[in-house]
């Protein structure tokens, strides 16, 4: 069965300091990945989708970036983070007309 | 601008009451419906997954769709206080990989 691995559950970190997020799956091959925020009380964002190793699209700009290095990695990254992309940060896989299945979350704080 | 539209709720049950959830989505392309169950401060669950017309049933759950009038809802029998959640309804277009998701509805299941 197909597994999705995110880490770490939280982080606090300070303003301006850089980011790096991991999500990887397990169990199947070629996934669609995707990284979503939720902020408190409000609905998902859309940040990033990958359809295949080195395809990112963009769907909010951001000082946020994503990239795909392997088939089932994906990564979130900031150089400087803003008190702004405090949140609920969750990364999902799926298939096109599929559901997505979310992994279990970062809460990021930024002081 | 396509969308997905839920009633935010509270929405407040008895146990052992049936709550129905409803969603209306605005892209008539749209031909996968998904109900996902998110706990507060958990990761979205997939709990129901509909393609076409009609009801789909599983369990103490019962999704309907309805695309001539662009709604789908979700029927939860003999709810349970471990029901309480927030329900989150999303949309496929045919051929996009992206899911359009709703802000949720707050079902909360008095004892």
């Known amino acids: 069965s197909q597994t999705i691995h995110q880490w770490p559950a939280t982080l606090v970190q300070p303003v301006g300091s850089p980011l790096s997020l991991e999500c990887t799956v397990e169990?199947?091959?070629?996934?669609?990945l995707y990284w979503y925020r939720q902020a408190a009380g409000r609905g998902l964002q859309l940040l990033f989708y990958s359809v295949g190793i080195g395809q990112i699209s963009s769907e909010v700009p951001q000082n946020l970036s994503a990239s795909r290095p392997q088939d089932r990695q994906f990564i979130l990254s900031s150089k400087k983070l803003l008190l702004s992309d405090s949140g609920f940060y969750l990364c999902?896989?799926?298939?096109?007309?599929?559901?997505?299945?979310f992994g279990d979350g970062t809460r990021l704080s930024i002081l | 601008q396509k969308e997905v539209e839920q009633n935010s709720g509270p929405l407040s049950v008895p146990e052992g009451a049936i709550a129905s959830l409803n969603c209306t989505y605005s892209?008539?392309?749209?031909?996968?419906f998904f109900w996902y169950r998110q706990y507060s401060g958990k990761s979205p669950e997939l709990i129901m997954s509909?393609?076409?017309?009609g009801d789909k049933e599983d369990g103490r759950f019962t999704a309907q769709l309805n695309k001539a009038s662009q709604y789908v809802s979700l029927l939860i029998r003999d709810s349970q206080p471990s029901d309480s959640a927030t329900y989150l309804c999303a949309v496929n277009r045919a051929g996009s990989y992206q899911l359009t998701f709703g802000k949720g509805t707050k079902l909360s299941v008095i004892p």
């Open positions: 169990g199947t091959s070629n996934p669609n």
């Open positions: 999902a896989w799926g298939g096109s007309n599929q559901p997505q299945h």
């Open positions: 509909i393609y076409s017309n």
């Open positions: 892209d008539r392309g749209s031909q996968s």
